[in-house]
């Protein structure tokens, strides 16, 4: 199983991207899949999660500007973000889980936002 993720790049500030991460390989059916994020010096964070059932949860710090979808046919997740900050500067990765609990992750698409 393999997630690949796309989309990332350089944005100035007030910028939109949009990040796209397809699972590929034998994987039967996914209930979680999310979008983490990791800047230099500092943890992986959350940035959003969304359900199979269509919940999804974000981090304080991007409500309102980053938007999380998913298309269950292409086994797919999507992360709009608009309204870009310099502080949104990272790593983003991205991860799907199996209703029995098995985790996958991506090898990450950097996203910088600067001026």
């Known amino acids: 199983v393999q997630l690949q993720a796309s989309g990332g790049g350089l944005v100035q500030p007030g910028g939109s991207l949009r990040l796209s991460c397809a699972a590929s390989?034998?994987?039967?059916?996914?209930?979680?899949m999310g979008w983490y994020r990791q800047a230099p010096g500092k943890q992986r964070e959350l940035v959003a999660t969304?359900?199979?059932?269509?919940?999804?949860n974000y981090a304080d710090s991007v409500k309102g500007r980053f938007t999380i979808s998913r298309d269950d046919a292409k086994k797919t997740v999507y992360l709009q973000m608009n309204s870009l900050k310099p502080e949104d500067t990272a790593v983003y990765y991205c991860?799907?889980?199996?209703?029995?609990?098995?985790?996958?992750w991506g090898k990450g698409t950097q996203v910088t936002v600067s001026s």
């Open positions: 991860r799907a889980r199996t209703p029995t609990g098995v985790n996958y």
């Open positions: 390989g034998s994987i039967p059916s996914i209930n979680l």
């Open positions: 969304i359900t199979s059932g269509g919940s999804t």
